[in-house]
């Protein structure tokens, strides 16, 4: 933030009136500005993510151009005038020159500090879209086996290259509690829910006793008695801000190299939540754990991860990620570390043995 004191934190129907009030040309130019004119006192910064998806097509466009309506509207009300036959809608429309249009989007982040803090910061997901002519509103090559084909095209080759009608535009994404987030307060939250879950499972796991089957015979423990810390847990989310805390990676702010896919909703009952984090930067290839190799060999490798990242014990948030740096690498090191035959910085090997000593993923 600057040095001007925030007058409010940013809420949905605000960003939304930002978002609409972009021009498609300027837009990409123009987010961080607007949002920073919007909210006064923060200082916005915005990274996108290379990971395409689409919607679900929205509108049907003729041969010459005009727009026909919602898509879905379109199918039911052409399919009723032919009395439900998918055979005789197909006939009438596979050589109609109708298509249909779809937004098509990657993955935008706008961020801004609230406190010097590691999750002082608030995050806003955002879809950057572009309309495109997606392609013809029925397979011309093969029938439809079932109406819901029709609203599924699967013909549709997306990486081609087809007309843009429209965009781009941001849209805010992650409407469940995911949206718009101050990521302290959203790590509170998760703390306070995840206590609340097991303090309702309390009743039910007073009961429970675990036996053990031995050669000296059957022994009944009691589930608190095994499990001591049942309370004292501690979210992987909260652990992997805990870990950027206190490792050398400190020294930077954690959203300048990772956003989060927040989720806060309810599943069967049960209530989910938590975050995915996305690097911002990848390496240029995977640190798998050969076979053999050694830990020297490991300690050159996850070095060049650092440098290529920029940052250093990246490759640690990296391999927490669960993708891009095989957990075994941080078995392996942490073996190292005990039998001193390897070093890290005292911050860096701390976090390290304590992610091995209780290791978790995304």
């Not at 955002?126 to 002519?133: A, P, S, V």
């Not at 754990?289 to 070095?303: F, N, P």
């Not at 390897?342 to 993923?361: E, G, N, S, T």
Request: charged content about 30%; hydrophobic content about 40%; aromatic content about 12%.
């Amino acid at each position: 933030m600057t040095e001007q004191k925030p007058v409010r934190l940013p809420d949905a129907a605000s960003v939304e009136t930002v978002l609409a009030a972009l021009e498609p040309q300027s837009a990409d130019v123009e987010l961080a500005p607007a949002l920073n004119k919007a909210f006064p006192g923060f200082v916005f910064t915005v990274a996108t993510i290379d990971d395409p998806y689409w919607c679900n097509p929205h509108d049907v466009i003729a041969a010459d151009g005009t727009r026909l309506g919602d898509h879905r509207a379109w199918v039911e009300h052409k399919l009723a005038e032919v009395g439900g036959d998918l055979n005789a809608f197909w006939n009438r429309h596979r050589q109609s020159g109708e298509k249909f249009a779809e937004w098509r989007g990657t993955t935008a982040f706008a961020f801004a500090p609230t406190g010097p803090g590691v999750a002082e910061f608030v995050q806003i997901s955002l879809g950057r879209e572009i309309e495109f002519l997606a392609g013809a509103v029925v397979d011309p090559d093969y029938r439809p086996g079932k109406v819901d084909d029709l609203f599924e095209p699967t013909w549709v080759l997306r990486g081609s290259e087809t007309q843009q009608l429209a965009g781009p535009v941001y849209r805010v994404r992650g409407r469940s509690g995911g949206g718009i987030v101050h990521m302290r307060s959203f790590l509170a939250r998760r703390t306070r829910i995840e206590r609340e879950l097991r303090e309702a499972q309390r009743p039910e796991l007073e009961k429970r006793v675990i036996r053990e089957v031995g050669p000296d015979g059957t022994r009944d423990t009691a589930f608190f008695d095994a499990n001591p810390d049942w309370f004292d847990f501690v979210p992987r989310e909260n652990r992997f801000f805990v870990a950027w805390e206190r490792s050398s990676a400190a020294a930077d702010r954690i959203f300048a190299h990772w956003a989060f896919d927040i989720y806060d909703l309810e599943d069967r009952g049960r209530r989910e939540i938590g975050f995915i984090p996305r690097p911002l930067k990848m390496p240029t290839e995977r640190l798998l754990t050969d076979e053999g190799v050694s830990v020297h060999r490991l300690m050159e490798r996850i070095e060049t991860i650092d440098t290529e990242i920029g940052l250093p014990f990246a490759w640690f948030f990296l391999m927490t990620h669960g993708h891009w740096v095989d957990p075994n690498v941080g078995h392996v090191i942490a073996d190292g570390l005990r039998t001193g035959r390897v070093r890290l910085p005292d911050q860096d090997a701390a976090v390290l043995l304590a992610w091995a000593d209780k290791p978790y993923l995304f």
